[in-house]
T-cell receptor
């Protein structure tokens, strides 16, 4: 049982390049999330998927797209990377119930945009 | 006023000390509360989940929620160097999928 896995662990891009961050969970969770974490800013929600087939914007969605490929997988795409997108990206998953949303996080992807 | 306020520290204590970490919040709709531990260059790891006001204990960790004061705390007894990490509070409400996180407190426990 690996929990939440993310690939790649590290990535360096040039401005304008595109890339997709991959996330998978094996906990049979319905909901999945993408966050970015920057010094002094804390964790900020980019996009989330309440269930397979649905996606919604979070706090900072500009410059990103997502795909909920199936129940297990949720990818984050940067179409034209910018230096402001240099960050650590975390994927998370949860079984969302009324009164509970315990999220489990992956190990993160460190992205640098030059 | 920010929704969640958390003292960023850094907090440095000797091994064996009792540590108190705190968050205050302004949104009275928050119903459930969590504490995460994040080691350097790792993902956040769930430590404690609480729903109601009062205390919840798990080993050396105690989570306390005071909804009337909009204040939550995490106590660590007999702190160990392995407790050195950033601690994040998080809270949510009802059917809302979004959690609100504090910015984290960096704790160092010195041997």
């Amino acid at each position: 049982n690996a929990g939440v896995t993310q690939t790649p662990k590290f990535q360096v891009l040039k401005t304008g390049q595109s890339m997709t961050l991959q996330c998978a969970q094996d906990m049979n969770h319905n909901s999945m999330y993408w966050y970015r974490q920057d010094p002094g800013m804390g964790l900020r929600l980019i996009y989330y998927s309440a269930s397979e087939g649905t996606t919604d914007k979070g706090e900072v969605p500009n410059g990103y797209n997502v795909s909920r490929l199936n129940k297990r997988e949720f990818s984050l795409r940067l179409e034209s990377a910018a230096p402001s997108q240099t960050s650590v990206y975390f994927c998370a998953s949860s079984i969302k119930r009324e009164g509970e949303n315990t999220q489990y996080f992956g190990p993160g992807t460190r992205l640098t945009v030059l | 006023q920010k929704e969640v306020e958390q003292d960023p520290g850094p907090l440095s204590v000797p091994e064996g000390a009792i540590v108190s970490l705190n968050c205050t919040y302004s949104n009275s709709a928050f119903q459930y509360f969590m504490w995460y531990r994040q080691y350097s260059r790792k993902g956040p790891e769930l430590l404690m989940y609480t729903y109601s006001s009062g205390n919840k204990e798990d080993g050396r960790f105690t989570a306390q929620v005071d909804k009337s004061s909009k204040y939550i705390s995490l106590f660590i007894r007999d702190s160990q160097p392995s407790d050195s990490a950033t601690y994040l509070c998080a809270m949510g409400s009802g059917s809302n999928y979004k959690l609100t996180f504090g910015k984290g407190t960096l704790l160092t426990v010195n041997p």
